[in-house]
């Protein structure tokens, strides 16, 4: 398992350069500036990097590619280790049931993640605005679930609570923003929406590999365990 999850760790380290890629090869033109040349932290978001023609007007095929593929290797990461970590929550009932639930909505979540890689913003606007809120609700409660049966499960790596514990922090934080910030009215009620949602998908991927790292460490620990038991 440890290798699995060594693959896991690198899996969101790719991601990020792929989403990068993506950034670089923005064709451009952003909510403020339809004719700016390349993509803005500010007044871009990231579900621009996937619109079959990007707000220049451009079309956007090799941005496209490389956010999808970004967006995908996160829906597979996600499934993965949802999928594989809720094994190690089995010796008490309440972890057993927390990490379940956690598992289920973790599932869910790359399923969302990954028709997002495929609705673009341009052709398909309703429906990737309601992939995207689905999408940070499920995260959401995902992590929520799983820093709980962290803290519950006082032996697995701090690591891998803390980091959740952040993320929670942020999200929370973010979510705040984008409602207070419409009252000062543009452009800067749009900059924590904007540059909020482009930061935190990076900080997510960043912290989904340290989760892996973290499972690595674990699943090391309890071989060493086994080893000396025997």
Do not use: C
Request: net charge positive; hydrophobic share 55%; no cysteine.
């Amino acid at each position: 398992m440890s290798i699995l999850y060594i693959i896991l760790a690198i899996i969101p380290i790719i991601a990020i350069l792929f989403f990068g890629l993506a950034i670089h090869f923005y064709p451009g033109g952003n909510y403020f500036d339809h004719n700016a040349e390349k993509f803005s932290f500010l007044y871009n978001t990231m579900s621009d990097l996937g619109k079959v023609n990007a707000v220049n007007g451009e079309w956007n095929i090799i941005s496209r590619i490389f956010y999808s593929i970004a967006l995908t290797l996160i829906s597979i990461f996600v499934l993965v280790y949802y999928g594989t970590i809720w094994r190690y929550f089995q010796e008490k009932m309440a972890t057993k049931i927390i990490s379940l639930i956690g598992t289920i909505i973790g599932i869910i979540q790359s399923i969302i993640y990954f028709a997002l890689a495929y609705t673009p913003d341009d052709t398909l606007h309703l429906v990737h605005v309601r992939l995207i809120y689905g999408a940070g609700a499920f995260l959401f409660a995902a992590i929520l679930f799983y820093d709980i049966a962290y803290f519950l499960k006082r032996d697995f790596p701090k690591l891998n609570t803390y980091s959740y514990l952040i993320m929670i922090f942020i999200a929370i934080f973010l979510t705040i923003a984008i409602a207070v910030t419409p009252r000062w009215g543009s452009p800067i009620s749009e900059m924590p929406r904007r540059a909020g949602h482009t930061l935190f998908i990076f900080i997510v991927s960043f912290i989904y590999s340290l989760q892996s790292i973290g499972a690595v460490i674990y699943t090391k620990r309890q071989i060493k365990q086994i080893s000396v038991n025997e």
